[in-house]
């Protein structure tokens, strides 16, 4: 595949990170232009949501041997921007195309509409009525209770932060599971919970000085552990965590092994995984195959749709961490165990 950086593409369409070309699969049955993947606030290089949807798309390409187009998004855009973007990448050839992140919900509608037969995918929505739609979501209260009870039992003081990217009902998913699975192991545990900002245009998503303020401000309440569900902003966090030697919980990816984190990867005690990756993969492999999926398509701790990163050693070598992580994994998983969502 011939890969080409463009500067900027269509009016509306943000810029475009890669343009893959490619016209048929390696079997030769699949003939649309590849992926098209239009990410959420932030961009590509979050290290977290948006990076775990390239990989997915990376993958995707590789494997099956297709083109593929992946578009940033641009600042103080608005919901018009974001259907032209999709339009775009369709009225191209590209199919599937996917937006990354709830804020598509209204473009991905809209679009499916125009093109019935291409197949959209969206993360972090399930209100999308279309058959040519997959509503990619997941149940992160499930993986930030993992991440609860991993803060719950390595805390030196009894007192843990989270921090939120913006007041949305998806992050207080988050919260909920974290707060509940912090509680599991020490009922009296104080949680410090904050949210950056109010709307993802207020930069709650895209801002690591925003995180890293709040991070300083929780550290000095006493937190000695916090949770960032907060995308770009997050990695501000850890940075806090990390000049103030104290724990860090990732978010979507394994932010251990982000190479743009390395300095900073003793510090994270592991991350509460959502696998968008695997999302946009499979989504890329049912059109490819020629049986699209549609409708709600949901990863929770059963399907390894969402998990718990444990890749830091110092983490393996806290027995009773690892231990408390596995056995609350496995209640969940089992039923005995249901996390709140609010």
């Given amino acids: 595949m011939a890969v080409a950086v463009v500067a900027l593409a269509a009016a509306g369409c943000g810029k475009s990170s890669t343009d893959s070309t490619g016209t048929s699969s390696k079997d030769g049955k699949y003939t ?6 239009a990410y959420d606030v932030g961009g590509k290089g979050d290290q977290s949501f948006n ?6 798309f990376q993958k995707a390409q590789k494997d099956f041997g297709i083109g593929g187009r992946d578009v940033e998004p641009t600042d103080n855009e608005s919901d018009a921007d974001k259907v032209q973007r999709l339009e775009t990448l369709a009225k ?10 709830f804020a598509y919900a209204g473009a991905v509608q809209e679009a ?19 058959k040519n739609v997959a509503d990619m979501v997941f149940h992160e209260e499930q993986s930030s209770y993992l991440a609860g009870v991993a803060a719950a039992k390595a805390t030196k003081k009894n007192h843990i932060g989270f921090i939120g990217g913006v007041d949305v009902p998806l992050i207080h998913k988050f919260e909920a599971g974290y707060e509940q699975g912090a509680k599991s192991v020490n009922p009296k545990i104080k949680v410090e919970s904050q949210y950056l900002t109010q709307t993802a245009q207020e930069g709650g998503f895209a801002s690591p000085d925003k995180g890293e303020n709040a991070a300083n401000g929780q550290i000095d309440a006493g937190a000695d552990v916090l949770f960032a569900a907060a ?4 990695q501000g966090v850890i940075k806090s965590a990390a000049e103030h030697k104290v724990w860090a919980i990732g978010v979507d990816s394994d932010q251990y ?18 696998n968008v990756g695997g999302a946009v993969y499979d989504l890329a492999k049912s059109v490819h195959d020629g049986k699209p999926l549609s409708g709600d398509v949901r990863g929770d701790l059963k399907s390894g749709g969402v998990g718990f990163a444990d890749s830091n050693p110092k983490y393996q070598a806290m027995k009773d961490v690892v231990a408390a992580v596995a056995k609350a994994k496995q209640d969940i998983v089992d039923g005995k165990i249901t996390v709140n969502t609010k």
Avoid: E, M, R
């Avoid at 990076?51 to 997915?56: I, K, N, Q, T, V």
């Avoid at 191209?92 to 992140?101: C, E, L, Q, S, T």
């Avoid at 984190?261 to 509460?272: E, F, P, T, V």
């Fill in 32 to 37: 649309g232009k590849g992926i098209g993947l």
């Fill in 51 to 56: 990076d775990a949807a390239y990989a997915g």
């Fill in 92 to 101: 191209a050839g590209y199919n599937p195309v996917i937006g990354v992140g």
């Fill in 112 to 130: 499916a509409q125009k093109f019935p037969k291409v197949t959209f995918g969206i993360i972090d929505d399930n209100k999308t009525q279309a």
């Fill in 231 to 234: 995308g770009l902003s997050g």
């Fill in 257 to 274: 092994k982000q190479a743009a984190l390395a300095k900073y990867k003793d510090y994270i005690l592991g991350s509460a995984l959502k």
